[in-house]
């Protein structure tokens, strides 16, 4: 199974930015959808974007003109760019691969294989 490693979280002032990575231990260009998520303390984890293997890419309504999900095939990268963070951006964010082959959601029971995560904590 493919590893999964989330990195690149930290702690920023509102309006900032940051570039979370997901290395994957094997090819991610096999994988129909790939997915990164959060999940804030006492509050169930959701889907904040994913991209599908042709690069067509959805995102949650909340963070739709300021997050970009992208994919670097050749260094088995999963990329979440942050712009614009809202302290209702924090959580722990993770990335994890779709569970079917032939469809992407934004239903997170439709992924497995989770990283560990990264904290995203944003300040006002």
């Known amino acids: 199974q493919v590893q999964l490693v989330e990195s690149g979280g930290g702690s920023v002032q509102a309006g900032g930015s940051l570039r979370l990575s997901c290395a994957a231990s094997?090819?991610?260009?096999?994988?129909?959808?790939m997915g990164w998520f959060r999940q804030a303390p006492g509050q169930e984890r959701e889907v904040v974007a994913y991209?599908?293997?042709?690069?067509?890419?959805r995102y949650t309504e909340s963070v739709k003109g300021r997050f970009t999900i992208s994919k670097d095939n050749p260094k088995n990268t999963l990329v979440l760019q942050m712009n614009s963070l809202k302290p209702e951006d924090t959580a722990m964010y993770y990335c994890?691969?779709?569970?079917?082959?032939?469809?992407?959601?934004?239903?997170?029971?439709?992924?497995?294989?989770w990283g560990q995560g990264t904290q995203v904590a944003v300040s006002s």
């Open positions: 994890a691969q779709g569970t079917y082959d032939d469809k992407c959601s934004l239903n997170v029971h439709d992924y497995n294989n």
């Open positions: 094997g090819r991610i260009s096999i994988f129909y959808c």
């Open positions: 991209i599908t293997d042709r690069g067509t890419t």
